[in-house]
């Protein structure tokens, strides 16, 4: 099915270990976001890419990294993973400036401790 | 700084009954207004939006919101609720710098009563 994947689903690191979190669109679009989510915090967004070779950051990107490896994949980054980055992480695409409708992944749980 | 809020937490309905999810929002100029659900264990996903145009807006799975200039709100709207629409529900406003990224509030949880 047509979709955002994300990998892995689950995760626990320790203090100061890293790792990358992998998504993948199959649908063409040309942005893509990576959100977390914090319980009384709604989303997030940490770093999006408006287009393949192009990322910026969004309100929360401390910590973390990204890759736009071509059109189809995101990949976030935590470099030395802190308690503080315990969450769901949410990747998500769409196709351009004129379509408002986000495809969100099913999410990462990754618990830090 | 565009910004949404939802006031309420939580949501308790019967089933059968109305329901309504509040939000509003703060922006400079025209708003760009959403609803996205979420269930568990799952992404978010679309339900519907509001850029121009009826004030009253028609979504997936027989939700609607009404868009109030003057209140500066979008409340998301059922006639008769289901069981199945328990949820976590998030109202989002779209970024004016031009990024056009989505700015979420923190989320309502709607749970129907059987």
């Known amino acids: 099915n047509a979709g955002v994947t994300q990998t892995p689903k689950f995760q626990v690191l320790k203090t100061g270990q890293s790792m990358t979190l992998q998504c993948a669109q199959d649908?063409?679009?040309?942005?893509m976001y990576w959100y977390r989510q914090d319980p009384g915090m709604g989303l997030r967004l940490i770093y999006y890419?408006?287009?393949?070779?192009?990322?910026d950051k969004g309100e929360v990107p401390n910590g973390y990294n990204v890759s736009r490896l071509n059109k189809r994949e995101f990949s976030l980054r935590l470099e030395s993973a802190a308690p503080s980055q315990t969450s769901v992480y949410f990747c998500a695409s769409k196709m351009d400036r004129t379509n408002y409708g986000y495809t969100f992944g099913s999410g990462t749980r990754l618990t830090v401790v | 700084a565009q910004s949404v809020a939802q006031p309420e937490d939580q949501v308790n309905v019967a089933e059968g009954n109305p329901l309504t999810v509040k939000c509003t929002y703060s922006?400079?100029?025209?708003?760009?207004l959403f609803w996205y659900v979420q269930y568990p264990n799952r992404g978010l996903q679309f339900l519907l939006k509001y850029i121009t145009g009826d004030n009253l807006v028609k979504g997936s799975y027989g939700f609607e919101a009404e868009f109030n200039k003057s209140q500066t709100s979008f409340h998301l709207k059922k006639p008769s609720a289901l069981v199945s629409d328990s949820a976590l529900y998030f109202c989002a406003v779209r970024d004016q710098t031009g990024a056009n990224n989505l700015f979420f509030g923190t989320g309502t949880r709607l749970t129907v009563i059987p």
């Open positions: 890419s408006a287009s393949e070779g192009t990322t």
């Open positions: 649908m063409n679009h040309n942005s």
């Open positions: 922006v400079s100029g025209n708003p760009y």
